[in-house]
């Protein structure tokens, strides 16, 4: 059973770090296949993270690129999303999703888990 658990989410005033954990179970873990996206009140789903699996090309939201980073531990099957420099429009529920792809310019994803809640204000 595919099963994945977000945590690490909390209060962080702007310009502040946090790193997302997503621990897996139920599949092998592959970088190349578990992807993040959020969703904030009120507004779409924002893809943030996947992996266009033909030739391992790693997408990142225009919003996120170059102050979010994916990386991942296999001893402990989780994928971490570290996310510096945030702002108070990064604020939202932060998912991780297994079966992940960039399709086009959107990514897909399979299964997710709860989510975990990142809050950016001073």
């Known amino acids: 059973q595919v099963k994945l658990v977000e945590s690490g989410g909390g209060l962080v005033q702007p310009g502040g770090s946090l790193r997302l954990s997503c621990a897996v179970s139920?599949?092998?873990?592959?970088?190349?296949?578990v992807g993040w996206f959020r969703q904030a009140p009120g507004k779409d789903r924002e893809d943030v993270f996947c992996?266009?699996?033909?030739?391992?090309?790693?997408y990142y939201a225009d919003s996120v690129k170059g102050r979010f980073t994916i990386s991942r531990d296999r001893a402990r099957n989780t994928v971490y999303l570290q996310m510096n420099s945030l702002k108070p429009e990064d604020t939202a529920v932060y998912y991780c999703?297994?079966?992940?792809?960039?399709?086009?310019?959107?990514?897909?994803?399979?299964?997710w888990g709860q989510g975990t809640q990142v809050t950016v204000s001073s």
């Open positions: 139920g599949f092998t873990l592959d970088y190349a296949t």
């Open positions: 999703a297994s079966d992940s792809t960039l399709d086009g310019s959107r990514c897909t994803f399979g299964a």
């Open positions: 992996t266009r699996t033909s030739d391992g090309y790693l």
